[in-house]
């Protein structure tokens, strides 16, 4: 499968944006998924940071405590897409935003990078002060 990031740019403090992960395949859940989806970021020089996932099984969502409550994960079945709305955004914010699949469901296992297997080429969100 083949996961396309879009979405990012240059925003200013208190700005919003929203990311977009799509599929080449049915993926995210729905009637026929069997893989949940995560977004991951990664700023220079730092390691790669959950920020959120969501499981196919039950359709839990699961936020990393930096951005609970001014992201949003959100899911269109139809069009093999996920999406996540970004807003209030800080410049901490700024990294590479990675979309990825799982075949696991948890949160113990999805908070992890390595529990993924497909991965999108990541787009940059730039938040200026």
């Known amino acids: 499968v083949q996961l396309q990031a879009s979405g990012g740019g240059l925003v200013q403090v208190g700005g919003s944006l929203r990311l977009s992960c799509t599929a080449s395949?049915?993926?995210?859940?729905?009637?026929?998924?069997?893989?949940?989806v995560g977004w991951f970021r990664q700023a220079p020089g730092k390691e790669r940071e959950f920020v959120v996932a969501?499981?196919?099984?039950?359709?839990?969502?699961w936020y990393a405590d930096s951005v609970k409550g001014r992201f949003t994960l959100s899911r269109d079945n139809d069009r093999n897409t996920v999406f996540l709305q970004m807003d209030s955004l800080k410049p901490e914010d700024t990294a590479l935003y990675y979309c990825?699949?799982?075949?696991?469901?948890?949160?113990?296992?999805?908070?992890?990078?390595?529990?993924?297997?497909?991965w999108g080429q990541g787009t940059l969100v730039t938040v200026s002060s």
């Open positions: 990825a699949r799982s075949p696991y469901y948890t949160y113990s296992d999805l908070s992890w990078p390595v529990k993924y297997e497909d």
């Open positions: 395949e049915r993926t995210f859940g729905g009637t026929f998924g069997i893989y949940s």
């Open positions: 969501k499981s196919y099984r039950d359709g839990k969502t």
